[in-house]
């Protein structure tokens, strides 16, 4: 665990292939892929102290968990899916994990609360890029996972630029959907989270540039003559999940129809707290 420290970022290389846990796109698989400079590929520690010490890890994409499952792996895998969820409940064992020592190097093995280790496959069929969890008296080499710290930024990133959407009208071959937006401002020092806090309106498409555009339309009471780039919107993948600066598009179709939000305004202290992953860095 002391290759963990709590709201840092960090890469996982399967010590065999070489690739890295990837967040899929679909926010419920995760795979392996070769691109190292992703936030796809950057996973925020979270330390939980409750029931026991055990290790969180959420994606900086939009949060969600790294998860186990009961859903067997496909052909050409070994044991259950790993993958993403929320972290809904108090004390969630599908998305705690605790590091172990492999006895190579600095290499990690990720054990869930069931005793299974999260595994790489592909090792001679690379087009299996499945990451899934396997319960075994003998650890393969392929449950090796090497830790790689990565650094935060210096200020903010920035966001990609517009994505345009076809009006309602005119046939696309991707439905454009509406996404709920449930969004509050935080205080200067940080969250405050009430029964009434949270305000709703409706966006279409998946713009995170355009997103931020409408939430700063929808907080001008807040933002008193600021620029909408004077914020940071950051998502919450369940009730007890941590918060996530939001940097990339809104995932495609229909998936994760609701965001939760918290708006961040620049020059308070809970804006300049917030830790961005430089995953541009060597």
């Known amino acids: 665990m ?40 950057a996973w925020t520690v979270h330390i939980y102290n409750g029931n026991g010490v055990y290790l969180l890890l959420y ?3 939009y949060g969600r968990y790294l998860a186990t499952t009961a859903t067997r792996a496909p052909r050409g895998h ?15 064992q599908a998305i705690m994990w605790r590091a172990v020592r492999s006895g190579f190097g600095d290499d990690v093995l990720l054990r869930d609360a069931g005793g299974r280790y999260l595994r790489a496959n592909g090792k001679y069929r690379p087009w299996n890029t499945g990451v899934t969890v396997e319960a075994s008296d003998n650890v ?21 630029g517009p994505i345009q959407s076809p009006p309602p009208t005119i046939f696309w071959r991707e439905p454009v959907m509406w996404r709920q937006i449930r969004y509050m401002v935080s205080e ?3 969250p405050i989270y009430t029964e009434y806090c949270w305000s709703t309106f409706q ?3 998946r713009s995170v540039f355009h997103l931020r555009n409408e939430v700063a339309r929808h907080t001008r009471f807040v933002l008193e003559g600021r620029q909408p780039f004077d914020l940071v919107m950051c998502v919450q993948a369940g009730r007890h999940g941590r918060l996530t600066p939001l940097f990339v598009d809104l995932p495609r179709g229909d998936l994760l129809p ?7 305004l620049s020059g308070t202290p809970a ?10 860095a060597e």
């Open 2 to 41: 002391d290759r963990f420290h709590d709201g840092h970022h960090v890469r996982l290389r399967s010590r065999v292939l070489g690739k890295y846990l990837h967040a899929d796109d679909d926010v419920q698989g995760v795979s392996l892929r070769e691109r190292r400079a992703s936030l796809s590929q």
């Open 59 to 61: 994606s900086a994409t």
């Open 78 to 92: 070994r044991g259950f899916r790993a993958g993403q969820r929320e972290y809904d409940h108090t004390e969630v």
């Open 140 to 160: 393969s080499a392929m449950m090796y996972w090497t830790v790689e710290p990565i650094p935060a930024r210096d200020g903010t990133p920035g966001l990609p």
């Open 188 to 190: 200067p020092d940080g």
């Open 203 to 205: 966006f279409r498409g």
């Open 258 to 264: 609701t965001f939760w939000i918290v708006v961040f």
């Open 271 to 280: 804006y300049n707290a917030l830790r961005h992953p430089n995953v541009d």
